[in-house]
């Protein structure tokens, strides 16, 4: 895979709270913050770290607002929030849970075709509107709808990723991998903690293990999941700049203040198809091998690392999928420690999809946000890295929109 | 057989407070058949009569049934999918769910003519609980309907052989008493008379395991077992209530006993809160109905009969919130209390509520709140750990506690020789189901 043609940025990034269940605050009767409200927080956020707010383009990224709340055109969004980019080019990028990564990839595209020298990334989503029995119907979309929803479980995508870890456990140590997905819950709550605007920051249970370690029960929930080992049914915002170095300097933007894409690739699997082996997440696979040739690193050189936990069964198959643990032994790694702060690769240090939250549109620009704060060392739980690397993956529906961003220090 | 008499059933009151939650729990159980047996059904098989002579509050019924049955859809809805999985038109959750709510709007019927209920099955009487009334509406009913239709009663306190007699339905009629509220509470008391046939009672097990109930079965002796323990706790409350007034005045007597079986007992409310909700026309109805049927026992309360004179009833209002009666609320949360004497209530002060915990003295310190104790696991543990102490107490507080609790275990010993009870175990089921409490009265805590 060919290196990018020019150097490409982000920078000025910001998260609002992510809002819903697992919040004191939350109530589902009470009224919440309107779409609107969390836009224009996190495009201040971002414009509070720029001196110039001109901007060349525009990217809007969220998958159901069209459901969730009535709202389509999404890029009208855009002009809304900033007067720079009335009469230019703004889109609106959907690849269900795989839209943030996917529209910071067609921001990245849009500079290396040199039409714009900077790209306003803004991810929303609104989740809170209905109950979760309705979100299910929504996110049900993610999946391939005529073909699967019907016979479906209630509440769809759990039962897609139960059946995933259904396999797994037969195939490999059920018990270990019960305690893998414990530990990762307990990693997400632990990170959470740390980072007032997560979900789970008010989670003061002594015992997570031991509560991620509840026995899945079909009859309530999963036959292979149980709830904790889900990401959360969030409200939330995030932004950033992508630009190129002439962006930067327009955008009054410090090189040292920003990160740099060394390596990317989006990648498609078909909608349609269920996954050949389901202990493995194919199209992960691709993307992150491409995004890592395009970088000219290993896994090896990687400091951090961005999950998209949206079950935990989902990221310990990725681990085993990029290649940080062998096959079948994902959950040793993780319960080795291997993915906490001072762990070999320290992973989703805000807390993740199951512990920060996940606004399904925003969550791949969230994660570069903190790839972004680790990397100019801004983050609430700091790695204390070597290595200049970090890597992010988002993932779309049953691991079929999936793009993979390798990122990398700026040295001044 | 179950499922077939499910097919036609009708509540008498439909509208009420009882008749109301009844109906929900019919409407449910008879929506879910109807859909699981005739998934393709356009039109239903089944009939749920609501009858209620109102109109007016038919209409109201109706949209508290709605939301309620759409809630329940959303709850049960891995088994509604299930039970759909045939129709390829309804494949997202808010399909199936608005198939269920819009099959049971069919299946329910509210109507204030009694002859709809001719073809029924099953009948639920849930009318005030009024001997005459009953009767004339149970042989009303009779009379429409064939000899083969079986009634349950929601009755609390009159005796059902005496009902089933006034109403010519020898083996035919059941105390069903549910708790208010029933589609929350889980208990039902369960009286049968000597002529009831062994296969109506098993029906009746039936339906109560259908309905998601607890039940508990009562000898048929007024008041049965709930209001058998708390009308003779309530009594007891207002006894040494007024023992206390001379000394304390009786506005400050009831907020220290009311505090005493609330805290110092860890019950979910204190028993002049308790008699608040249930409502003291109510009380004062049971205790002319057991008064009359127990022989042996004078069970009235002349404070009660001032307190109704003086036009304090208690109750609640339609949505649920709590009408002026031993106390004014905020929220359900007592802010001031009645003071017979000078006809007023009299604010609950932060100087007041000193007053009463200076006089009652400091709870044990291994205290902790019935809301907090009711979701511990380990509450059997620190409850021990509570009353073990509570019991080497001697401050005021911890001698009326341990009295009004030995008292308590004495009416539940009583109710068990009585033969109302067959057992110690089936008085704590009901205390623990109608009334939550966490333990029963007679028990290895103190």
Redo the contacts between chains.
Sequence with gaps: MKALRKKVYVAAGYNTMFFGPGRKEFHPKKPMRAFEDYLNETFQGTCDQLVNTDFDEGVFTNFAAMRFIRQGNLPGFLPYLSKSLKGKSCTRVEGACGSGGLGIAAAVKTILSELADSVLVVGGEIQNSM?S??G??VL?AAGY?KGD???G??YFFPGVFSDRAGTYGSVYDKDLMRQGMAKWYELAVTSSRKNPKSQEHHNSVEDLFGLGMTPPNGKIFMDHLNLFDCSKVSDGASSLVVASEEGLKKLGVELEDAIEISGFASAEGDITEKPADPTVLDITKIAAEKALLMAGITISDLAMLELHDCFSIAALIALETIGFAKKGKGAEFLLEGNTKVSGKIPTNMSGGLCGFGHPVGVSGVRQMVDLLHQLTDKAEQQVAYKNPFGMMVCMGGDDKTVSVFVTRKNQS | MLDQALKNVSVIGAAGKMGSGISLLLLQEMTRLEIADNPAGKIPDATLNLVDRNQNVLKGLLSYLKPQMVRYAEKNIVALRANLSSRTDLVDNAEIIEEYVNRALLIANPTSNSKDTKDSKLIFEAVFEKLELKEQVLSGLADICSPETLFFTNTSSIPISVVEKAAKLEGRLIGYHFYNPPAVQRLVEVITSPTTPDSFKKLSDEIGKRLNKVLVPANDIAGFIGNGHFIRDGLYGINQMEKLSGELGQDKSVLIINKVTQDFMIRPMGIFQLIDYVGLDVVQMILETMDRYIENETLNSQFIQDMLQAGIFGGQFSDGSQKDGFFQYQKNFPVSVFDLNRKTYVPISESLNSECDKYLGELAPEFLPWKVLSRDRNKDKKMKAYFTTLFQQNSKGAELAKAYLMNSRKISENLVEGGIAESAEDVSKVLSNGFYHLYGPENSLF
């Design positions: 109950k029995v309705y299910a119907d049900s709808y929803r019907k016979d479980h209630a």
